[in-house]
């Protein structure tokens, strides 16, 4: 029988392929795939909590290994090139294909061993580390992982898969196709520092609350697109006043007298503001928001993950309670 010498040495297209099995690794196509769907270098080194010469390293061995540039610069974000994005399609069916395979592999096990990974937006972090403490008693074996960020982090991380289970506010307004399971109530109420002028005043407007000074969260925050949602409603906007990242900065900046702000009350559970912020009586308040349970609609829940979501709904009664003992301190402008 002839062989060709085509054959004998191999096509090259097939020696591309190899050349990429051989020489390409997974944390390089984990760091592909980060990059394009952040749209920066930066971004996807916070992710992978690795620096950016680490990542731009790796990056630069990845383009050696498939020859073509996978990258272009554009202003401070960058695109991939049609290399990249045909790179970055294949590092999503591996990735998939990988965590579809470690589902199957922690049913198999049982609930005895495997891992958890839950996502939560950034209030959600005052009762979820309390739920998943629970959960780990109940199933010691099982390894588990919490990321904490805002809403638009969440959402991004869902879109890549990076989690089992999400814990976030509306749902319906992630732009992804979702299941959703009611978890707990989130409302958002008004607090202002003991001395402000609208302590102890009734019904309140959301007129009369646009002339005072607003903290805000930062872009991005589910708070922040609830309040200004409210505002708009009524053809108005908040007088911002400054932009904080986090629920912590802002009561400490109530406290040192920046301002009022619209928060969850669940940011109140721990601490309460130590004696220093008052819930203003203010109409329309609290808006009334909820927390969900949420994982991409299609996608096959781990024996694990099944385990967690049924464990957390059944502690949604003592989260509540948590929240009503909270809002009774709060109520009538007393003191927290």
Known sequence: ?????????????????????????????????????????????????????????????????????????????????????????????????????????????????????????????????EILGAFCDQFPGIDVSLKVTNRTRIIERMAANDDDIYIF?????????????FLAPNPL??????????????????????????????????????????????????NVRMELGSNEAIKHAIIAGLGISALSLHTLTLDGGAGRLVMLDVEGFPIERSWYLVHPKGRELSTIAKAFLAFAVDREPEIRASLDRTYAVLHGSQPA
Request: aromatic share 4%; glycine share 8%; charged share 25%.
């Open 1 to 129: 029988m002839t062989t060709s010498s085509q054959t004998q040495k191999g096509s090259p297209q097939s020696e591309a392929t190899g050349r990429f099995v051989r020489h390409a690794t997974l944390r390089q196509l984990q760091l592909l795939e980060a990059i394009v769907r952040l749209g920066s270098f930066t971004r996807a080194a916070e992710e992978m909590f690795l620096t950016q010469p680490t990542v731009s390293m790796q990056i630069k061995k990845l383009t050696d290994t498939v020859g073509t540039p996978l990258f272009l610069h554009v202003g401070r974000n960058v695109e991939p090139t049609d290399a990249g994005r045909e790179v970055y399609a294949a590092c999503r069916t591996i990735l998939r294909s990988l965590t579809d395979l470690e589902i199957k592999l922690a049913d198999l096990k049982g609930l005895k061993s495997g891992r958890l990974r839950l996502g939560v937006i950034t209030t959600a972090k005052y009762f979820a580390p």
């Open 189 to 238: 109420i008004v607090l202002a520092r003991t001395d402000h002028p609208l302590v102890g005043q009734s019904g309140i407007t959301v007129e009369r609350l646009a002339r005072e000074r607003f903290l805000l969260r930062e872009p991005g925050s589910g708070i922040r697109d609830s309040v200004v949602r409210c505002f708009a409603d009524r053809g108005l906007r908040p």
């Open 169 to 181: 506010g509306e749902p319906t307004h992630a732009g992804l196709d979702v299941e959703a399971t």
